[in-house]
């Protein structure tokens, strides 16, 4: 069972800011720079059964890591190997094929473990639709934005 979420920050952190910064201006103007790397600042989960690869005491930005976990799904489903990374650090996650199985490992963590293929694309999916809910629910003008409708999966 893989276990793959988001917290948005608590009061009074420093990255709360990046919210309250992205309700500036117009949110379906904002540019993919800007929505990537300043914005949206979240606590990132990523388990596979009792395997913590990485702790949800991670801060990342929502908008890269759902764009970036986009790409990886993509990729995944083609039967390719996939990574992703983090602005904030040099880690990638790698998932390689193995089979019918994902081999999720990380490059900071001798840690390693396997998920189907399947369940990992879906569990993408619902991280992805998440994310895009709470993008829109806390600044629905970014409903409008290119950037962010290509975080909503099909």
């Given at each position: 069972m893989i276990h793959l979420s988001f917290y948005l920050p608590e009061p009074g952190s420093a990255w709360i800011k990046t919210w309250d910064a992205a309700r500036q201006g117009d949110p379906a103007a904002a540019?993919?720079?800007?929505?990537?790397?300043?914005?949206?600042?979240?606590n990132f989960e990523l388990a596979v059964d009792d395997t913590e690869i990485v702790s949800k005491k991670r801060f990342v930005t929502l908008v890269d890591l759902a764009l970036s976990l986009s790409g990886a799904a993509k990729r995944i489903s083609l039967g390719e190997d996939a990574a992703f990374g983090f602005t904030e650090s040099d880690e990638v996650i790698h998932l390689r094929q193995d089979g019918d199985l994902i081999a999720v490992s990380s490059s900071k963590r001798p840690v390693q473990a396997f998920v189907g293929r399947e369940e990992l694309v879906r569990e993408i999916l619902i991280f992805l639709r998440a994310a895009h809910s709470r993008l829109i629910t806390e600044i629905p003008g970014l409903s409008a934005n290119p950037v962010i409708r290509r975080i909503a999966p099909e």
């Amino acid at each position: 069972m893989i276990h793959l979420s988001f917290y948005l920050p608590e009061p009074g952190s420093a990255w709360i800011k990046t919210w309250d910064a992205a309700r500036q201006g117009d949110p379906a103007a904002a540019t993919e720079v800007d929505l990537r790397y300043k914005y949206f600042g979240v606590n990132f989960e990523l388990a596979v059964d009792d395997t913590e690869i990485v702790s949800k005491k991670r801060f990342v930005t929502l908008v890269d890591l759902a764009l970036s976990l986009s790409g990886a799904a993509k990729r995944i489903s083609l039967g390719e190997d996939a990574a992703f990374g983090f602005t904030e650090s040099d880690e990638v996650i790698h998932l390689r094929q193995d089979g019918d199985l994902i081999a999720v490992s990380s490059s900071k963590r001798p840690v390693q473990a396997f998920v189907g293929r399947e369940e990992l694309v879906r569990e993408i999916l619902i991280f992805l639709r998440a994310a895009h809910s709470r993008l829109i629910t806390e600044i629905p003008g970014l409903s409008a934005n290119p950037v962010i409708r290509r975080i909503a999966p099909e």
